[in-house]
């Protein structure tokens, strides 16, 4: 009762609201002038945490990994009641929406064996990395992605963009990831039976680098898992929550996910819960920020 009437204090006067409620003014502001309970302050605190952990993802994180974070920082909290009070907050994080295919596999052109097979976990970086394309809808037209990402750290370390889905736009993301991994002898290639990852001259490039290349069973997704599920990431987290005029509003939008984002603050389970540069970092003893601005500098001049 006396919540109510703190609560409404700004809108009906508390002398009238005591009387019409039966309770007594003493009352009232003895219970307004009494210090909260300890419970009480501590709850406010995990909650004012929780947000701010929130707003700090650009409103990403849901309550599983708001619960690691904050694990991370000493608190002894279930996911349950992280949820909770996410819901008394009024937040939760971006919800999920689908996406379509976009690879055209109906060719004649040579497909490569799986070597890869759903083999996820590799010991060392420039030893897999993993390649798809996937698309954005701009008010200027479709724009498509292509991403080449590092399988050991999950980091992308090569993208292009461009109006149509060619050969030109995943040759151009693979010399990107070539010129910001050196990868390492043996490098395995993977990607979906596609007609552009599939070109007569997208092998020759493979092979003139030294790259083995690998390609998923025609039509099962799950063979190339995890660069799907950056693409998912990407349009849950970023691509469903902008309404891009331009195709170049969506380009500088999503490079600037990538590097200032995902690449370097993104939570991924199969890391231990750290970001592709911090597992760089904590395996190559560098600079986190460093490695930001150099994945900047090399986009820029690529």
């Known amino acids: 009762m006396y919540k109510f009437i703190y609560e409404h204090r700004h809108e009906f006067r508390v002398v009238k609201m005591c009387q019409v409620l039966g309770v007594s003014r003493s009352g009232y502001y003895d219970w307004k002038n009494r210090k909260p309970s300890a419970r009480i302050v501590k709850r406010e605190g995990?909650?004012?945490?929780?947000y701010?952990?929130?707003?700090?993802?650009?409103?990403r994180y849901g309550s599983p990994k708001i619960t690691q974070i904050l694990r991370r920082h000493g608190h002894t909290v279930t996911q349950r009641t992280v949820s909770r009070l996410m819901k008394e907050l009024g937040i939760r994080s971006i919800t999920k929406k689908k996406y379509k295919a976009t690879t055209h596999s109906k060719h004649h052109l040579p497909v490569y064996p799986?070597?890869?097979n759903q083999q996820f976990k590799v010991s060392q970086p420039g030893s897999v990395w993993v390649a798809d394309i996937t698309y954005v809808y701009t008010k200027e037209g479709w724009l498509y992605l292509a991403t080449v990402m590092d399988l050991f750290s999950r980091?992308?370390?090569?993208?292009?963009?461009?109006?149509?889905?060619?050969k030109a736009l995943v040759i151009?993301?693979?010399?990107?990831?070539?010129?910001?991994?050196?990868p390492r002898e043996g490098l395995i290639h993977h990607s979906d039976q596609g007609s552009q990852y599939a070109s007569i001259e997208y092998q020759n490039l493979l092979r003139e680098k030294g790259i083995q290349s690998s390609m998923s069973r025609k039509g099962n997704c799950y063979d190339n898992a995890c660069?799907?599920?950056f693409h998912s990431i990407i349009k849950k987290e970023l691509i469903h929550h902008k309404n891009y005029?331009?195709?170049?509003?969506a380009m500088f939008s999503i490079v600037e996910y990538i590097l200032t984002f995902y690449n370097?603050?993104?939570?991924h389970s199969t890391l231990n819960d750290m970001s592709p540069l911090n597992l760089r970092r904590n395996t190559q003893q560098n600079n986190l920020a460093h490695h930001v601005l150099f994945d900047f500098q090399k986009y820029m001049m690529s």
């Open 46 to 50: 995990l909650k004012k945490q929780i």
């Open 52 to 59: 701010q952990i929130y707003i700090k993802s650009q409103k």
């Open 114 to 116: 799986n070597l890869l």
């Open 155 to 166: 980091r992308i370390i090569g993208w292009a963009m461009a109006p149509r889905m060619t």
């Open 172 to 182: 151009s993301a693979l010399n990107k990831a070539y010129t910001i991994q050196e």
């Open 227 to 229: 660069i799907a599920s």
């Open 245 to 249: 005029q331009t195709r170049n509003e």
């Open 264 to 267: 370097s603050k993104s939570m």
